[in-house]
């Protein structure tokens, strides 16, 4: 999923990001049955990650909108991190590029992969999620209804014309930002 296009060229509208967003349920289900997302930076739009948002309630997004990041040159791997990518060192991480966005509250059953140290930790404190992960191979994660911190089973299987707007929007998406692409 793109970043936002306030944070960079050709990136994802608010208009686009509202159309994905009213689709948390049928991303959750594409993410069930085996499927992979990777989600730039959303959060310098007031509706970004809206679509996790609805699946998790009480997580809170935060980043460069919320107040600025108290320290974007150093970030952590923690032990889940380190399984899922045994070859990255937090010195990559830290000198791959700043971050903007973290998360606070229930992340459900996402797993914590790298923290940092967001707007209201003292300097060095890495507290705060920066990057969230789940659905690994054997490793489950998947966000699911009537967990803690995550919304009741109401309605959690799509309609087929549903997911197929959806994987249709997406599509639509990726043919958008290749064509921006070829044309720079």
């Known amino acids: 999923m793109p970043t936002v296009s306030s944070n960079v060229g050709g990136g994802i509208t608010d208009s686009q ?3 994905v967003n009213t689709n948390g349920t049928v991303i959750n289900n594409y993410l069930g049955a085996g499927g992979g997302l990777f989600a730039q930076e959303q959060a310098n739009s007031s509706i970004g990650y809206g679509w996790l948002t609805s699946l ?5 997004v935060k980043g460069d909108n919320s107040g600025g990041v108290a320290d974007s040159s150093n970030l952590q791997l923690t032990a889940q991190g380190i399984a899922q990518f045994p070859t990255l060192t ?4 830290t000198n791959a590029t700043p971050w903007h966005a973290y998360f606070t509250g229930g992340i459900g059953q996402l797993q914590s992969l790298v923290v940092g140290n967001g707007d209201n930790a003292p300097r060095g404190v890495l507290n705060d999620t920066v990057v969230l992960g789940g659905g690994f191979a054997g490793g489950g994660g998947v966000i699911v209804c009537g967990g803690p911190g995550q919304p009741p089973c109401v309605n959690v299987v799509p309609e087929p014309e549903s997911l197929l707007l959806m994987l249709m929007a997406l599509s639509g998406l990726a043919l958008i930002r290749g064509s921006r692409s070829r044309k720079a």
């Open 17 to 19: 990001l509202a159309i």
């Open 90 to 93: 937090n010195a990559d991480l």
């Open 56 to 60: 998790l309630p009480t997580l809170v």
